[in-house]
């Protein structure tokens, strides 16, 4: 079944020196690659749990 996404909010706050460490981090380096895991898998968490709520109604 596909699934039609009609409006999408990201919500982000930055964080200074967060993002001073993050300046280290390099295309190819595992953590990038763990951030970007991790962010995918949220958002999917998310998208599910919002069309598990709009079946319920």
């Known amino acids: ?3 039609e996404i009609k409006e999408l909010r990201i919500k982000v706050t930055v964080n200074e020196e967060a993002n001073h ?3 280290d981090l390099n295309s190819n380096s ?3 690659k763990e951030l970007k895991a991790s962010l ?3 958002c999917t968490k998310k998208v599910l749990e919002h069309i598990k709520e709009r ?3």
């Open 1 to 3: 079944m596909a699934i």
């Open 21 to 23: 460490q993050m300046s």
């Open 30 to 32: 595992p953590k990038l």
């Open 40 to 42: 995918i898998q949220e």
């Open 55 to 57: 079946a319920e109604r």
